[in-house]
């Protein structure tokens, strides 16, 4: 049984092994190496105890993605205050720092993440706040800019999470999400602003590339 931060993060520690995003090489991460077994594993250990599946061991699409624009665009935080909401292993958030954000702060509901994101930011020597919270609908979490890599693969979720973004993208926040075309994706109110070709695992992505887009929410 896990009990505490300490236990989730060696629970963190075992499951993973240090490595390279495919599209972010200069960032390093605790990742699942051998995806699948790893992820059925996880999941049934984890559901045993009424907790989520291992995001956080998997760099997606859509994080990766958001993080090579940054990587790449490091003008698009720099000096700003920026969210990363659903932060995961923490790839867009360390991304932010690294390019230079003048506060990031990565927000997670799953302690799991939370342990990693710890850990990942430790890696790459980079200062992250980081929250486990439920931050949607919340306007006391001041940002310039909202990174979202690949939050919308759930219906309940992204019902949530839309309305909450418009909000904040029609009061000036710069909302920027990454998605390689998940089922949530709001249909409109969208503008593309680049797009990648990431390579993911078959086993996890049910292909070897994804088409991998970064829109910014219309205000
Ligand atoms: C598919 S993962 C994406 C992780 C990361 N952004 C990336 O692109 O690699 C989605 C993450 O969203 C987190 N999440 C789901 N609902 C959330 C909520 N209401 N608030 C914060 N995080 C949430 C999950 O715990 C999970 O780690």
Known sequence: MIRG????ADFVLRQTALGHPALVPEIALRLASDALPLWHATEEVLSAEGLPPPYWAFAWPGGQALARHILDHPETVAGKRVL???AGSGIAAIAAAKAGAARTTAIE???FAIAALRINSGENAVAIEILEVDPIGRSDLAADIVLIGDLCY???MADRLVPWLKQLAGAGTLVLLGDPGRAYLPKAGLVEVARHLVPTSRELEDREIRETVIW???G
């Open 5 to 8: 931060s300490s236990d989730a």
């Open 84 to 86: 990363d909401v659903g």
């Open 216 to 218: 910014r929410l219309a």
């Open 109 to 111: 509901i799953d302690p």
């Open 154 to 156: 759930e219906r309940p």
